[in-house]
Structures are given as structure tokens and as C-alpha cells.
């Protein structure tokens, strides 16, 4: 078939000219005199946890390879670029790390917020509270727990520890002969210490 045949004239190339590459828009390099675009994210350090500062791709390898999350074991020029950050002198991206905001409730508090504030105390702050403020009320799991250890509910964490070595001591295979009973009670006294310590109680 020949090259001038009608079959081949209504053909035509679909394919597009390539545009020319788009520059990147968004923040500009941080490094100092650098004109061109921050595309990667560098982070600040130990002194400004959660805040990273914008380089181009040739900046934040220079920046990566001095890069220590402690700022004083950094090279000095990217020891620079972290103290900047976090003194705010260069302006960083991304969120901060959240400071604890707990206010304590007042004494005053109506009694389902003095409810709440008392389930997180532990035995050693409810004991130091004055007489008539409200008493945390014990799970079924601590009151059993105590019950196992053979304690009131108002013990005290030194009465608690006091009473659970008292109890490894006493259940312990040298000092009973490797009995079998003695085996399950010091599984149980273990396991009331350990629920007490997670509730705070000691």
C-alpha cells in the first residue's frame, strides 16, 4: 500500500504537545537567599516538638544531614535554622504539642462535677481532703480487691503495700511447703495489688 493512498490522509497524530513543566506554587524556601519553592517539610527539634519548617528539595537534604532532634548535638548551621524556629524568629508550619489545660474544680462545684473530680483521685488525695467533701465510691472490682488483701475501703496506699507483702510473704511457696492452696491465694492477692495500682489506690 503506498504512503499517498486515500486511507492514509484523513489520519492525524491525537497525541498532545507536552506543555511546559508548571512551577510548583506554595510557600517559598526557607533557606536563606533561595528563591524557589518549599516543597518538604523539616522538623524543628526537641525545642519546638509538632512545628516543621518549608525547604526545596536541595535545602532539606543540607538541613537533613546536620539534623539532630536535639538541637545542641545539630551542626551549627542547622542548629541555627531549629533555635530560629522555635524562638520564633522564622515562621514554622503545623500544630504545636497540647499543653494540659486541667483546671481543678472548686470546692463550690456542683456535685456532678465534684463527682467527676473525684474518680480521679487517688487514695492519697481523698485522704488529705477536709471532712465532709465527697468520697470516691468504690467499683466492684476495688472493693474486691481489698477484700481479697483483707483491707477497709479507707486503707491507705502505705496499708495497702504493707498488706500485700505481708500476704507474698506469707503465701510464698518457701514459706508454705509448695502448697497448692497457698499457689491460688498468692495468684489472687497479686492480682487485687494489681488492680488497686491501676485505680490509684497505691
Known amino acids: 500500500m503506498m504512503v499517498e493512498s486515500k486511507l492514509f490522509v484523513g489520519l492525524r497524530s491525537t497525541r498532545k ?6 512551577e510548583s506554587t ?6 536563606d537567599c533561595c528563591e524557589k519553592t518549599g516543597t518538604h517539610r523539616a522538623p524543628v527539634g526537641r525545642d519546638a516538638e ?10 532539606v537534604k543540607e538541613y537533613n544531614r546536620g539534623y539532630n532532634y536535639a538541637t545542641d548535638l545539630s551542626s551549627p548551621n542547622t542548629a541555627r535554622y531549629q533555635r530560629e524556629a522555635a524562638a520564633g524568629g522564622r515562621k514554622t508550619w ?13 470546692s463550690t ?5 465534684a463527682r467527676a473530680l473525684n474518680a480521679r483521685m487517688t487514695t492519697a ?3 488529705t481532703q477536709p471532712v465532709g467533701s ?8 476495688e472493693a474486691r480487691a481489698l477484700e481479697t488483701l483483707g483491707l477497709p475501703a479507707n486503707s491507705t496506699p502505705h496499708e495497702i503495700q504493707s498488706r500485700y507483702k505481708q500476704k507474698l510473704k506469707m503465701h510464698h511457696p518457701d514459706a508454705n511447703g509448695g502448697s497448692r492452696a497457698s499457689e491460688e491465694a498468692l495468684r489472687a492477692s ?4 494489681k488492680i488497686l495500682k491501676l485505680n490509684g489506690f497505691c
Open 17 to 22: 504537545t507536552s506543555a511546559p513543566p508548571r
Open 26 to 31: 506554595g510557600p517559598q524556601c526557607q533557606w
Open 50 to 59: 509538632g512545628l516543621y519548617l518549608l525547604f526545596c528539595t536541595e535545602h
Open 94 to 106: 503545623g500544630t504545636p504539642v497540647k499543653q494540659s489545660t486541667h483546671v481543678p474544680v472548686p
Open 109 to 113: 462545684a456542683p456535685s456532678g462535677s
Open 125 to 127: 488525695q481523698r485522704l
Open 134 to 141: 465527697p468520697v470516691r465510691k468504690l467499683k466492684g472490682l
Open 190 to 193: 497479686i492480682e487485687a495489688h
